[in-house]
Nanobody, 124 residues
Framework: QVWLVESGGGLVQAGDSLRLSCAAS????????MAWFRHVPGKGREFVAG????????NYSSAVQGRFTISRDNAKKTVDLQMNNLKSEEKAVYYC?????????????????WGRGTQVTVSS
């Protein structure tokens, strides 16, 4: 059984930074590809960033590349998302996701485990 819990969401102003964290329980975290998705109002759940099991590879959506950084600590079983220069349109529920597969998938169907999400509100 795998359990993912996000934290760190909150209210910030446009241009501010925020760091999200995802804590995992259960076996296999160190071998799991991890990712962050977000559900923006009016849009579907979209890929934000992904990271390979050992942290060797990362992938970002074009919308966040250069501003967001995904990282992980396999000893602590956590994966973080540092979000810089947040935009008002990035108000969303941010989800942590995990996959038993090696590749970093950009589609939500590629992930078997999901957290409940953490709300990020960005005001202008």
């Amino acid at each position: 059984q795998v359990w993912l819990v996000e934290s760190g969401g909150g209210l910030v102003q446009a241009g501010d930074s925020l760091r999200l964290s995802c804590a995992a329980s259960g076996r296999g975290f160190g071998a799991a590809t991890m990712a962050w998705f977000r559900h923006v109002p009016g849009k579907g759940r979209e890929f934000v960033a992904g990271i390979s099991a050992p942290g060797t590879y990362t992938n970002y959506s074009s919308a966040v590349q250069g501003r967001f950084t995904i990282s992980r600590d396999n000893a602590k079983k956590t994966v973080d998302l540092q979000m810089n220069n947040l935009k008002s349109e990035e108000k969303a529920v941010y989800y942590c996701a995990g996959s038993a597969f090696i590749t970093i998938e950009c589609e939500q169907d590629g992930y078997q485990y999901w957290g409940r999400g953490t709300q990020v509100t960005v005001s202008s």
